[in-house]
């Protein structure tokens, strides 16, 4: 049950990705793009690799370079990223895309990586190996499940972290890291799945303590998650005769920071209505979305108006696919 086994069988299986070099290029000689490969660990942090995928072909065909990236408007970084949620996560892209344009290039050491903007110590780690080839303890949802799995570490998440950590660490080789971290993030995705893992075509099934302890599919066990609470508002849909919808765009801290928006009450227990400007405004309904830490569920007001001084901004042609997703939300419940 080492290395050499599940490289073995990454080189037949790997999942296909814009932007990876497939085992058998690597060994050609091509070399990742560090860019792409930190493009993509950003934008996979809390999301499947599925939504990512049409993400990162947009935003590398808009910007095909870091460099690019970096000299980009803010607001049209944030409209691209609209839909891919946490939205820091797009903020902490453009100040580290500066950053590295700023010194000339990536660094390739996970160290060097860590004291960029937004790098913490998964993706430092994930582009040192990945970019880099060099050797370095990534650990994801899918490497901490296998690792439980395989050592069937019944202690739950997270306290369990550090020993998956040391785990992992314990079974990275020296030859081809970049190769194997891809390696054990697809056995996660693809066979040693969240349920009903497919332990009979397994590279390492045979040494799998939790497979034989009958326990594999219970693994890795989580701490019971408290409930989320319930905040409410108002989100206000403003349009001219001419079509035009009134936005604005939200603080640049803060939840959906920076982002273009409807205009919105507080969201609370007891929110206050606050329109952004004097109509006859008509309730149509409501939609609800969940943020990490709390459900949203917002009352959806329209109005029509010829109004001038307003706040916020008119916009001639608004897209849902410009907004975050619960503006979104809104916004088709109004067309």
Known sequence: MDATTLLDWYDIHHRDMPWRVPPAARKAGEVPN????????VMLQQTTVA?????????????????DLAAADDADVMAAWAGLGYYARARNLLKCAREVTARGGFPNTEAELLTLPGIGPYTAAAVASIAFDRKATVLDGNVER???RLHAIEEPLPDSK?????LAAERTPDARPGDYAQAVMDLGATICTPKSPACGICPWMKGCAG??????????RKR??????TRLG???????????TLMETRPPKGLLGGMLALPTSEWTDAPSPAPPLEAGWREIGEVRHTFTHFHLILTVWTAETLAAETRGHWVDQADPGDLPTVFAKALRLAL
């Open 146 to 148: 296998v690792m439980a």
């Open 162 to 166: 550090e020993t998956l950590r040391t």
């Open 211 to 220: 497979r034989i302890a009958g326990i594999a599919a219970e693994l890795p």
């Open 234 to 244: 108002h989100v206000y849909i403003a349009r001219r005769p001419d079509g035009a």
């Open 34 to 41: 560090p860019y792409h490969v930190w493009l993509s660990e």
């Open 51 to 67: 939504a990512v995928r049409a993400y990162h072909t947009k935003f590398t065909a808009l910007w095909p370079t870091v460099e």
């Open 224 to 229: 019971p998650k408290k409930a989320k609470p």
